[in-house]
Structure formats: structure tokens, C-alpha cells
């Protein structure tokens, strides 16, 4: 397979977006938004309100939750939301550096004007996440580490990238467009969810039609073996970006003994995985309409 | 913190469980887990979560390479004993 082959492939599959890049580039310039205008609390009571939705909380559904009384659940439910105010911010860490590799690149340049988009979208979410992060708790650390090197060709890497991006996203959006609707939460972690929700939507349409495009165009060349392999990669994606939900660290910052062992009782509880799965059912019907998968990932539920 | 032992069986169980069927016989103490492909980097967050429960600590990801997860021996040296090999911090 020659390099030549694969910038035609994605040249033929990035311009079959033109409409859509176009309709989106100009409904993020309707839309711009300045975050630098926020009004920030000079201080949250992580008792006093909820941060997360009590039924997207991790602990959930367990008996460890049952036995909590409100302030103890509401104080977890402020760790969880520094937790995926921080993977977002980890997550788009990565991205930003994904689009930016790609910006301006021939074989992509069909979609440049969306990536600018995008790329600053991103860059305005983290404004958010980090903003509370930093202003009420801390940023918690992430468990990936990238090594050096990849068993992927540079044009399945392009795929892997665009896949990752929608399926992260995919994620996060089930708890954005819940949360923007709970008027039980703070209303500033309500307004990051919404604010977070609205731009994530056209990221999606984006993203859903890019990975399926891709896959489309540029999968039958890749052989059985290696379209196999992409699958398990993608499947133990979805694993780790879940796992990210249930960080020891939220529990020993919410006061509970041996966080470890609780994380791992966490994910393996009935109702999480239901939850998982539950939440994981739109991102699945896409990867499955597309081709990519052909099985579910297994593990996360 | 779980014994040396008890340390290693619940490594090697978990390694097996990410392996290919095919391949998990072929897996012992010694192989390159990742340069042989059984690991990538995607299972790296899971294996971390592991490694904390197992030595009920945390580990700072910053102070990680390649190295650090060559083969179940190094793993298990670097982060589930508390000989010198194993790393400060970590």
C-alpha cells in the first residue's frame, strides 16, 4: 500500500463532508463564544449543592451509595464532577494536539476550515474545565501514558485518531446533555455541562460522519488481519475511556478507605455496567451502522 | 500491600485476560508484553489502577516509560516489592 493510495483515499473521503463541513463552520461562527467573561463564585460548598447528576455518579446504584447520607453524597458528587471536568481536560489535551498535527495537511485540507473551528472550540472547554478545576479543587492526574511508536500505518492512525475523538466524545456528551437539564445541579456546573453540550453536538455530527467516512473508504484496503486489530484496539479504548469515570482518587478525596478496591467494586457492579451500557448505546448503533465494530465491546459492560 | 506472590498471580491473571486467547499460553514472566504487541498503550490505565490496588499506593504517571512494564518480572519488580529496583515515588 502506497502513501500515494492512502492521501487519495482520504482526500476522497474528507471531501464527501464539503456540506457538512461548511454548515458547521458557519453554525460555530453564529455561535462564537468568549469564555473569558464567565462570572466565577469566589468559592463552592461541595455539601451545600450537587455537582453531578446523583444518578451518573459512579458509586450509584451500589450499596456503598445507599449508605451515604445526602452531604456525603453530594460531597462525592463534587469530586466526580473535578473528575470529568479533569479527564475532559486530559482528553482534550490530546485532541487539540491531534488537530493541530492535522491542520493545513493536503491530503486534509478539505476539512481545514472546520479543524480551526474545532481546535478553538476545544480550547474554550478547557477554559471551563480547568477554571473550576483550578478554582475549587485540583486538576487530577491521568492514568495514560503514550509510549513512543505505533503498530498502526499513518492512515490508520488518521481513522484511530478521528474514531477515538467521536467515542470520547460520545461519552461525555450522554453526561453534558443530562446535567444541562438537572436543576438540581450548581448552576455553574449545570452551565459548563450546557455550554459543553451545545458545541459537542456539532463535534459529533462532524465526527460520526468523518469516522464512518473513513472507514468506509479506507478500511477495505487495510486487509482482515489489520481491521481485526484496529476492532480489539477500539474495544479496549472504550474500556480505558470508561475506567476514567471511576478514579480512586475521587473516593479518597471524598473520605472513603481503600479507594482502589471501591473503584474496582464500583465498575463491577450490575447497575454501572447497566449504566454503561445504557449510555454507551448511541456511540455503539453508530460504530456498528459504519462497519467498525461488528461485536460490542465486551469488557466495559 | 499484597505479597510478592499474590502480586504476581493477580498480574499474570489480568495480563491473560487482555491477551488473545490464542496467545496467553505464550505469555510467561519474561515475554515483552507491549514490543510483542499482547499490551498497548490503551491498556496502560487499567494496569496502573491494578498496580495501585495491588500495592494500595499511588503511582505518578509522570514518572513512567516504556521500560517500566517491559515484562511481568520488571513489573512486578518496579512497583509490587520493596526491593531498591523499585521505582521512587512510583
Redesign the interface.
Known amino acids: 500500500m502506497s502513501g500515494t493510495d492512502a492521501a487519495s483515499r482520504l482526500r476522497e473521503a474528507v471531501a464527501s463532508l464539503d456540506d457538512t463541513v461548511d454548515r458547521l463552520a458557519s453554525l460555530s461562527r453564529r455561535n462564537y463564544h468568549n469564555p473569558y467573561e464567565a462570572a466565577w463564585p469566589q468559592a463552592v460548598d461541595p455539601e451545600g449543592s450537587w455537582y453531578t447528576t446523583p444518578e451518573l455518579t459512579s458509586l450509584y446504584g451500589t450499596s456503598v451509595w445507599d449508605g451515604l447520607a445526602e452531604p456525603a453524597r453530594r460531597r462525592l458528587s463534587f469530586f466526580e464532577a473535578v473528575n470529568f471536568f479533569s479527564l475532559n481536560i486530559h482528553g482534550e489535551k490530546m485532541l487539540m494536539a491531534g488537530l493541530a498535527s492535522r491542520l493545513y495537511r493536503p491530503d486534509l485540507a478539505g476539512i481545514a476550515d472546520y479543524l480551526h473551528h474545532f481546535l478553538d472550540e476545544e480550547n474554550k472547554h478547557s477554559v471551563y474545565f480547568g477554571g473550576f478545576c483550578r478554582r475549587y479543587a485540583r486538576i487530577y492526574?491521568?492514568?495514560?501514558?503514550?509510549?513512543?511508536g505505533s503498530?498502526f500505518t499513518a492512515e490508520q492512525d488518521d481513522f484511530l485518531f478521528f474514531a477515538k475523538t467521536m467515542i470520547f466524545e460520545e461519552i461525555v456528551d450522554y453526561f453534558n446533555a443530562r446535567q444541562a437539564k438537572d436543576a438540581r445541579l450548581h448552576p455553574l456546573a449545570r452551565f459548563i455541562n450546557e455550554y459543553h453540550h451545545a458545541e459537542e453536538t456539532r463535534h459529533l455530527v462532524f465526527g460520526r460522519r468523518l469516522t464512518a467516512r473513513l472507514w468506509e473508504v479506507c478500511a477495505p484496503a487495510w486487509g482482515t488481519e489489520a481491521r481485526e486489530s484496529i476492532r480489539?484496539?477500539l474495544h479496549?479504548?472504550v474500556?480505558?475511556a470508561w475506567?476514567?469515570y471511576y478514579n480512586?482518587?475521587v473516593y479518597a478525596d471524598s473520605g472513603f478507605d481503600?479507594p482502589?478496591?471501591l473503584?474496582?467494586r464500583a465498575w463491577q457492579a450490575a447497575p454501572q455496567q447497566a449504566h454503561r451500557r445504557a449510555a454507551f448505546t448511541r456511540c455503539l448503533g453508530v460504530l456498528r451502522a459504519a462497519g467498525v465494530f461488528d461485536k460490542d465491546p465486551a469488557d466495559a459492560f | 500491600m499484597l505479597s510478592e506472590r499474590e502480586a504476581r498471580d493477580a498480574l499474570r491473571s489480568w495480563v491473560a485476560s487482555k491477551a488473545k486467547p490464542e496467545a496467553s499460553g505464550r505469555i510467561d514472566d519474561a515475554t515483552p508484553l507491549f514490543a510483542d504487541r499482547y499490551l498497548t498503550s490503551v491498556h496502560v490505565p487499567e494496569l496502573l489502577l491494578l498496580l495501585e490496588r495491588l500495592r494500595g499506593a499511588p503511582i505518578d504517571p509522570e514518572r513512567l516509560g516504556p521500560g517500566d512494564f517491559h515484562d511481568i518480572n520488571t513489573i512486578v519488580r518496579r512497583f509490587c516489592t520493596p526491593a531498591p529496583g523499585r521505582l521512587p515515588g512510583g
Open positions: 492526574r491521568s492514568r495514560q501514558v503514550e509510549f513512543p503498530p480489539e484496539y479496549a479504548f474500556v480505558m475506567r476514567e480512586p482518587d481503600d482502589w478496591s473503584a474496582e
